[in-house]
T-cell receptor, first 111, second 114 residues
């Protein structure tokens, strides 16, 4: 099955700084890479995803990059704000039916 | 909006009790999932179902069973609860190909087994 490694486990930044979270995966056939955000006490929600036919995708202050050769993908958040504070999970497919999630990164943005 | 609901936000049970956690989705989704969330371990898949009465084991099925008698409802059963099953349990659903599309999560049930 798929193995997803996520780093760092915690990340503290000052408001306005950029934050980068990295994930690696093991199955070279994987072709869909979502990122979920879980605010404290709330459910995980999809914030951005990328499919293997593109190398980068942006949505306002967040972007995801994919390097299929190296089997890693990253979440980039620019101009961080306190409301970006949350746990972020990357994931990769285990076949067509399920996702394997990384262990999560707790991002803390200090004002 | 897709809505996934879970029967309880908080639950306290005693060791050896049979525990039922229920999940309901209102968007006619084919696939439903049960995850367990523990600090530092992320989201781990317990069981999933791709159709009524169909079920597949996930990564950590030991000590759990599931039931899907209706398309909108997916139940997680702890036959004899143990303290190491104290955790946050999250249900999710997706229209098709759960490894290729957005999964919609319920609010979670925090289960404490004493």
């Amino acid at each position: 099955g798929e193995n997803v490694e996520q780093h760092p486990s915690t990340l503290s930044v000052q408001e306005g700084d950029s934050a980068v979270i990295k994930c690696t995966y093991s199955d070279s056939a994987s072709n869909y890479f979502p990122w979920y955000k879980q605010e404290l006490g709330k459910r995980p929600q999809l914030i951005i995803d990328i499919r293997s036919n593109v190398g980068e995708k942006k949505d306002q202050r967040i972007a995801v990059t994919l390097n299929k050769t190296a089997k890693h993908f990253s979440l980039h958040i620019t101009e961080t704000q306190p409301e970006d504070s949350a746990v972020y999970f990357c994931a990769a497919p285990s076949g067509y039916s399920t996702l394997t999630f990384g262990k999560g990164t707790m991002l803390l943005v200090s004002p | 909006d897709v809505k996934v609901t879970q029967s309880s936000r908080y639950l306290v049970k005693r060791t050896g009790e049979k525990v039922f956690l229920e999940c309901v989705q209102d968007m006619d989704h084919e696939n439903m999932f049960w995850y367990r969330q523990d600090p530092g371990l992320g989201l781990r898949l317990i069981y999933f179902s791709y159709d009524v009465k169909m079920k597949e084991k996930g990564d950590i099925p030991e000590g759990y069973s599931v039931s899907r008698e209706k398309k909108e409802r997916f139940s997680l059963i702890l036959e004899s609860a143990s303290t190491n099953q104290t955790s946050m349990y999250l249900c999710a659903s997706t229209m098709e190909q759960g490894g290729q599309n957005e999964q919609f999560f319920g609010p979670g049930t925090r289960l404490t087994v004493l």
